[in-house]
């Protein structure tokens, strides 16, 4: 009895006051950070776009990049909020801790995204300001992308202080690590394979293994999925599969790198899908389908194609790209999940795994051996420049070194994530985030209202035969 009074000392999820005072707290230094560093840019500010319209001879307003950019920006959006959002719902009982924490993380997030992201990429050194548009937008969804893959591994076992916690730091680290990638190691990475999928994939993990919970089989009742879980987790699915292409392509070049990035991007999950469909089916002795690897396994060439898309690894090489990553995916779900939660002692719930970490690493060496095998005769020598931005400090480089650097900001991305992770784990190993106790994981109820369950369906009249034996106890 004093153990599990002790127990439940320690595990408190009464959030009353903590996550006020984070919410508050933090949105209030938001106000007075955006105060002080964030400005409109040139192209968002109604006096300086007028000039710029003067100096670069604009005649119409079509020009600004926001008509460029905002489709683009929408896709991404709603891939954030509604895609990882609703991907996350497949659990009987923690749909609102899916959706709801995945909407209160982002939305801090971006916040915290424009300004990390403003101090390393458009800080200007004579005012000391940021200046953003809708670019800047488009960048700091894909930053808080890489929290919301973490809090794949985290889904059911922590509170939203913690998730908190997890998006200051995961945004943190990942404009580092974008910094180090993109700027000092002039690395291309339109889509994000290595530096949103493999590093989110990674520090998930990491912090998961440092929070591994021996005795969370109490819980195991509330873990799988029902039939409409299911089928709610699948529209995340379908939003996320559908604007995958405007993903990878967003913040590519205008012109033949944004259309390449879309057209290999949408090969790539369509060969995904036939693979995955394949494995789940063969896997079975009935060959019935399994559909976690629906969910999950058949996004897995958009994730790998994240830093190739732009390049010129033709249709056929996309297809070849989505169609390995589904298999590899789903033989993940099938075999590397369970083994890593028996031997390795990570937990991870959604499958980042096999969806983000291991496609995202995979992505990343895609795109070396894409880089490295580029030639004149395919690019041309203006594309060569084009596509791998071959100006200034690096116009000297060739595309063998560029190839030997994508593979090293590769290794950066799962370092940052692996490092970050472990110290960001036992920062929320303390006993003040008011986590749920190990049987009361994967459960709406401990911080959530949730709502008395329906009335019982009136009996099925005895004609109904149809229904005969589909529920005995009605």
Known sequence: ISLLLHQDLIKNTNIRISLPAVCFVWQIAMIVLFGVFIRYDEESDVRKWIEFKVSHNITSDIENDFYFRYPSFQDVHVMIFVGFGFLMTFLKRYSFGGVGFNFLIASFGVQW????????HALDPDTGKISIGVESLINADFCVASSLIAYGALLGKVSPVQLMVVTLFGVTLFAVEEYIILSLLHCRDAGGSMVIHAFGGYYGLAISWVLYRPNLNQSKRLSGST????????????????????????????????????????????????????????SDKRGKLDMVHIQNATLAGGVAMGTA???????????????????????????VTPMMEKYLKLQDTCGIHNLHAVPGMLGGFIGAIVAAAATEEVYGREGLI??????????????????????????????????????????????????????????????WEVPEEEESIPPVLEYNNHMTRKHPDM
Do not use: K
């Open 309 to 335: 898309a732009e390049f010129m690894i033709t249709p056929y090489g996309s297809l070849i790209v989505g169609f390995c990553c589904g298999i590899i995916s789903t033989f993940g779900y099938l075999f």
């Open 227 to 282: 039939y409409h879980s299911d089928v709610f987790a699948m529209i995340g699915t379908l939003f996320l599969w559908m604007f995958w292409p405007s993903f990878n392509s967003a913040i590519t070049d205008h012109g033949s790198g944004q259309h390449r990035a879309a057209i290999n991007t949408y090969i790539a999950l369509a060969s995904s899908v036939l693979t995955t469909v394949a494995i789940s089916s063969m």
């Open 113 to 120: 995204a424009l300004l990390m992201q403003g101090w390393f």
């Open 386 to 447: 084009e596509t791998f931005d071959f100006e200034g400090d690096f116009a000297s480089r060739t595309v063998l070194t560029q190839g030997g650097f994508q593979a090293a900001g590769t290794c950066v991305s799962i370092a940052f994530g692996v490092v970050g992770g472990v110290v960001v784990g036992l920062i929320l190993r303390l006993p003040i985030w008011g986590d749920p106790s190990d049987d009361n994981c994967y459960d709406d109820e401990a911080y």
